[in-house]
C-alpha cells in the first residue's frame, strides 16, 4: 500500500517555525490501529487524515491523532489539512468544510494567504480549588493568578515574562486530572494581545509547539477580558507561532486565523 504524505508547518509562513503536523489523505477510511501506528510513526504532535464525505453538508471527514491517542479538535493539524487540499491537491473551493469530532468546521483562504478556521468556542470557568491550585503550581514551578478550565485547565498569570520562563514538571503535569494544562499571560509587546504555552504530556504530547485548538478557550477568555473582539496572540514556545484570532461575545465560535507552509511531500509504504 502506498499512501501521499505531507508534513505542514502551521501557525508560520517560513518552515522550522510554528507547529509541525503529518497530514494524509485517504479515499476510505483505514483501521483505526493503523492510522494510529502512523500517528506513533509520524512522531509529532498530530497526524490529521481527511477522506472525501458521501454527505451534502460536509466536503472531507477529517480525524487527528497524537502518537498515543485520537483527539477530538485539532487546530493547527485542520489547518494543515486545508492548506494541503488548497495548495499541493489544488482543490477548487473558496472554504473546505470538514465534518469532525467537533462538528463542522469550515476553513476559508483570506486575501493576504492567511487562512481561517471557523471553531466552537469553548469559553473556561472559574477553578476555585485550593488543592488542583496547589498541585498546578508544583507542576509549573510557578504560582498562577487564577486557575480556569474547558477542556483544558488554564493557568493565568500576571505577566508574559512568567509563561516564556516556565520550566514544568512534565510528570507532575501529566498526573494531573485535566487533558492539558495551558499558561497564559497578557502580551509583551507591541500588537501582542497574549501569549500562551501548552502542554499535554498525558496525550504524548510534553510541550506542543503551536494549539490552535487552545485558542477556542483563550479566545473568549482574553476577549472578554480585554473588551476586544480581534486579537493577535503568539505561542511562546520554542518553535513559536502568531495566531490572528476574533471572538464575538454573543456567539458560541471562534475564528482561528495563521499562516501554514510545506516542508515535506512522501508517500508511505507499507
Avoid at 466536503?59 to 489547518?79: K, Q, S
Avoid at 486530572?177 to 500562551?196: I, R
Amino acid at each position: 500500500m502506498h499512501l501521499t504524505l505531507f508534513q505542514v508547518d502551521a501557525f508560520t509562513d517560513e518552515v522550522f517555525r510554528g507547529n509541525p503536523a503529518a497530514v494524509m489523505p485517504l479515499p476510505d477510511w483505514l483501521p483505526d490501529d493503523l492510522l494510529q501506528a502512523f500517528a506513533a510513526e509520524n512522531n509529532l504532535s498530530e497526524t490529521a487524515y481527511f477522506v472525501p464525505s458521501l454527505d451534502d453538508d460536509a466536503d472531507f471527514e477529517l480525524r487527528w491523532f497524537t502518537p498515543v491517542t485520537e483527539v477530538d479538535l485539532c487546530g493547527h493539524a485542520t489547518l494543515a489539512s486545508a492548506h494541503v487540499l488548497l495548495n499541493e491537491m489544488e482543490e477548487p473551493y473558496d472554504a473546505i468544510r470538514f465534518r469532525s469530532q467537533s462538528g463542522i468546521l469550515t476553513v476559508r483562504r483570506l486575501p493576504d494567504g492567511r487562512l481561517a478556521m471557523d471553531f466552537p468556542a469553548r469559553p473556561p470557568v472559574l477553578v476555585e480549588d485550593r488543592k488542583l491550585l496547589g498541585e498546578v503550581s508544583f507542576a509549573l514551578g510557578k504560582t498562577p493568578e487564577c486557575l480556569m478550565k474547558a477542556r483544558d485547565l488554564v493557568a493565568v498569570f500576571q505577566d508574559a515574562s512568567e509563561v516564556r520562563a516556565l520550566e514544568p514538571d512534565f510528570a507532575a503535569i501529566a498526573a494531573l486530572d485535566c487533558f492539558a494544562l495551558v499558561a497564559t499571560a497578557s502580551g509583551d509587546e507591541d500588537g501582542l494581545d497574549f501569549v500562551s504555552r501548552y502542554f499535554a504530556p498525558a496525550q504524548g504530547v510534553p510541550e506542543d509547539p503551536v494549539t490552535g485548538s487552545a485558542y477556542s478557550t483563550l479566545a473568549p477568555y482574553w476577549g472578554r477580558r480585554l473588551d476586544q473582539s480581534n486579537m493577535v496572540a503568539e505561542q511562546a514556545s520554542l518553535r513559536g507561532g502568531l495566531l490572528w484570532l476574533t471572538f464575538d461575545p454573543g456567539s458560541d465560535r471562534v475564528e482561528i486565523a495563521g499562516h501554514a507552509v510545506t516542508y515535506l511531500r512522501g508517500t508511505v509504504e507499507v
